[in-house]
C-alpha cells in the first residue's frame, strides 16, 4: 500500500471495513472518506439532506442487525442529523455519525462554519467524541462502535477535523483484529434468582399477559418470545414498535394495545385482557404514554415484571419485578424456569383464552368492515390497508411515518411471522421518516419488498429523496395519503378547542407528479378499486413508485381520545 494509502481517510475507511460497513449513508463530506472507501468496498448512499440521511441509516441499522454509519458536514450539515439521532436514540438504534469538523488550525477563530459540534449532540447521543490524532482513529472508531452497540444501543457521535483526514498515520493496524459492527454487542441475562421469580409469578397467574415492545426486534428475540408463547400458552400483545414481535395469527396473539383501542381497531373488544391482567410481563417496553393510554390502561393491581436492557427503564411507571438484561436471553432463561414449574394452570386456561382473543378480534374487524370494504370517494384509508394486507407476505417490510400513518398500518396490517417488520417512528414520533425508513431498511434488505405509508403533510418533509431513490437504485413502494391537511393535528385542535388553526390546511398538491418529475413512477388515485391493481403494479415495477391516493379528510383511526366525539362530525 503506497504511502498515500495510509492518509487518515483511508485508515478509517479501513476500520470500518473491519466492522463490517458495506454502506455509509452521507452526501459529499467528508470527502477524503468517501473517495477512500471504494477500495474497502464500501458503498455511498448519497442523500439529500442529512435530516433524511439520518433517518435511513436508522432503518437499515433496524433491518440489518448491523451498527449503521451516517456523515455530515460541520455546522448546518450536522445540525440537520440532531433530528435523526433523537429518534434514535429514544428507540434504542445504534448508528455511528462522523462529523466533519474544521482543520484544527482553524479551531475557536470563527473558521467557515464552525460550532460547538460536542455540546450540538449532547441530547441525542451516548457517546461523543472528537478525534484530532491521525494514529488514534482506530481506537476512536472502535469507541463509537462499542458505544452504539453495547448495553442500550443508540448513536455515538465521532468529530473528525478535515485536515486529519489527509495526515499520514506512522504506522499500520493490521493486527486489530475486532469486529464490533452488529447488535448487541455483548448480551447479558438478568439475575438467576430473580427469573425464578418471575417464572413463579407467571405459572401462578390467573390472567397473564405479556406486552413487548421494540426492544425485543432490537434484541432480535422474536423467535424465543413466539416459543415461549406457545409452549407456556401466554397471551402477547405488543406496542406499536414491537409489532411483528410475534406471529398476529397466531390464537394467544392479542395485537397492538395502547392509545388506539377505540371504536373501529382489532383490540377494542380485547381491552379486558389488560385491564382484568392479574400479572404482566414487560419486555423491552418503555411503557410510553401512547403505549399506555396516557398511563390509564395498566391496572393498579396488577404485579408486573419488566425485563429490559436498561435499569433505567425498569420501574419508571410501574413498579416491577426488575429482569435486567438482553431480551433474547431473558426469555430463553424464563422459559427455562417456567418449565420447572407446573403449567397445568395455563394449558387449562388455553381453550377459553383462545376463544376470547378470537371472539374479540372477530368484533373488532367487524366494527371496521364498513370502512375496509367501503368504495367512497374521496378513500378511506382503512380500505388502503385492507388491499394492502390481501398482498403481504413475511418478506414484506412496511414502514410508516409518524402521526395517523403508524396507526393506519399498526391497526389494520398483519404480522405473518415472529420478527416481521413494521418500521414506526415512534420513539419520538416526528414527521418526515416515511420515505427514507424505506431507503434505508432497502439498503438492509434489496430483495424484500418494501412499502411507505405517508400522509401528505410528512411526505412534504422529504420529496428531494425520491431523487435519491432513483439515483442509488432503491426501488421502493410510497402510498401517500393526499388529504390536504394536517390530519392528526387538525382533529385534535377541533376536539380540544372545537377548532383548528389555519396551518392545518394545505393547497392541493399532485405529488404523483412530483414523483414524475423526480424520474420515478407516480399514479394518481381517485377510485378506491384503482388502489389494488395500482399496487399490484408498484409491487411488480423496477423502479420506486408514488401512489397520490385522495383521502377523506375526515377519516381518522381509532384513538381513544377521538372515540368517534362529535366535533369530528364537520
Not at 439529500?48 to 460541520?74: P, W
Not at 406486552?211 to 432480535?220: K, L, R, T
Not at 393526499?482 to 390530519?487: A, D, K, R, T
Amino acid at each position: 500500500m503506497s504511502k498515500g494509502n495510509r492518509s487518515g481517510a483511508h485508515v478509517m475507511a479501513q476500520a470500518l471495513k473491519r466492522h463490517g460497513v458495506e454502506v455509509i449513508f452521507g452526501q459529499a463530506i467528508p470527502a477524503a472518506l468517501f473517495l477512500a472507501a471504494p477500495h474497502y468496498g464500501i458503498r455511498q448512499i448519497g442523500y439529500r439532506t442529512e435530516n433524511a440521511g439520518a433517518v435511513m441509516a436508522d432503518a437499515y441499522a433496524r433491518i440489518s442487525h448491523k451498527v449503521a454509519v451516517v456523515t455530515a458536514q460541520n455546522g448546518p450539515a450536522a445540525t440537520l442529523l440532531v433530528a435523526g439521532l433523537a429518534e434514535a436514540y429514544k428507540a434504542s438504534i445504534p448508528i455511528v455519525a462522523i462529523v466533519q469538523d474544521v482543520a484544527r488550525p482553524f479551531a475557536d477563530k470563527n473558521a467557515f462554519q464552525e460550532l460547538d459540534h460536542l455540546d450540538l449532540f449532547k441530547g441525542v447521543a451516548k457517546w461523543i467524541k472528537r478525534v484530532a490524532d491521525v494514529n488514534r482513529i482506530d481506537d476512536y472508531i472502535d469507541m463509537a462502535f462499542t458505544a452504539a452497540a453495547s448495553g442500550r444501543p443508540g448513536p455515538a457521535v465521532l468529530i473528525a477535523p478535515i485536515d486529519m483526514f489527509v495526515d499520514t498515520a506512522e504506522s499500520r493496524t493490521e493486527g486489530r483484529m475486532a469486529s464490533l459492527g452488529t447488535f448487541p454487542l455483548d448480551r447479558s441475562g438478568p439475575d438467576p434468582d430473580r427469573i425464578a421469580e418471575a417464572a413463579k409469578l407467571l405459572a401462578s397467574a390467573e390472567r397473564p399477559l405479556i406486552i413487548a415492545g421494540g426492544g425485543v426486534h432490537v434484541s432480535d428475540a422474536a423467535d424465543e418470545l413466539a416459543a415461549l408463547q406457545e409452549r407456556f400458552s401466554i397471551p402477547v400483545a405488543t406496542t406499536v414498535m414491537g409489532k411483528g414481535a410475534v406471529d398476529e395469527g397466531h390464537p394467544l396473539s392479542v395485537g397492538i394495545v395502547g392509545y388506539f383501542m377505540a371504536t373501529r381497531s382489532r383490540t377494542k373488544h380485547l381491552r379486558a385482557l389488560v385491564t382484568e391482567a392479574d400479572v404482566i410481563m414487560l419486555i423491552g417496553n418503555r411503557t410510553n404514554q401512547n403505549g399506555t393510554d396516557s398511563w390509564s390502561l395498566f391496572p393498579k393491581g396488577a404485579k408486573y415484571i419488566h425485563l429490559d436492557v436498561d435499569g433505567q427503564e425498569i420501574g419508571r411507571n410501574y413498579e416491577a419485578l426488575r429482569l435486567v438484561g438482553d431480551a433474547k436471553l431473558g426469555i430463553k432463561a424464563l422459559s427455562a424456569a417456567l418449565d420447572a414449574e407446573d403449567g397445568a394452570k395455563r394449558k387449562a386456561a388455553r381453550p377459553a383464552l383462545e376463544k376470547t382473543i378470537a371472539e374479540g378480534l372477530a368484533k373488532g374487524r367487524q366494527d371496521a368492515a364498513a370502512v375496509e370494504t367501503s368504495n367512497a370517494s374521496p378513500l378511506r384509508p382503512e380500505r388502503l390497508m385492507r388491499d394492502l394486507d390481501s398482498l403481504l407476505t413475511p418478506n414484506h417490510i412496511v414502514v410508516s411515518d409518524a402521526s395517523y400513518s403508524s396507526i393506519w398500518i399498526g391497526n389494520h396490517l398483519t404480522a405473518r411471522k415472529p420478527g416481521m417488520r413494521f418500521l414506526t417512528p415512534r420513539g419520538l414520533a416526528g414527521l418526515g421518516w416515511g420515505l427514507p425508513y424505506a431507503l434505508g431498511a432497502k439498503c438492509a434488505r434489496p430483495d424484500a419488498p418494501v412499502f411507505a405509508l405517508v400522509g401528505d403533510g410528512g411526505f412534504a418533509h422529504v420529496w428531494s429523496e425520491l431523487e435519491t431513490a432513483r439515483r442509488m437504485g432503491l426501488n421502493v413502494v410510497v402510498a401517500v395519503l393526499n388529504n390536504s391537511i394536517l390530519g392528526y393535528e387538525k382533529h385534535a385542535e377541533k376536539v380540544i378547542f372545537n377548532e383548528y388553526s389555519d396551518a392545518c390546511d394545505f393547497t392541493p398538491v399532485d405529488h404523483a407528479a412530483i414523483a414524475r418529475g423526480a424520474g420515478c413512477a407516480g399514479v394518481r388515485i381517485e377510485k378506491a378499486e384503482d388502489f389494488l391493481p395500482a399496487l399490484k403494479a408498484a409491487f411488480a415495477a423496477n423502479t420506486t413508485t408514488v401512489l397520490d391516493v385522495l383521502t377523506d379528510e375526515r377519516a381518522y383511526p381509532p384513538i381513544t381520545m377521538f372515540n368517534d366525539n362529535s366535533a369530528l362530525n364537520y
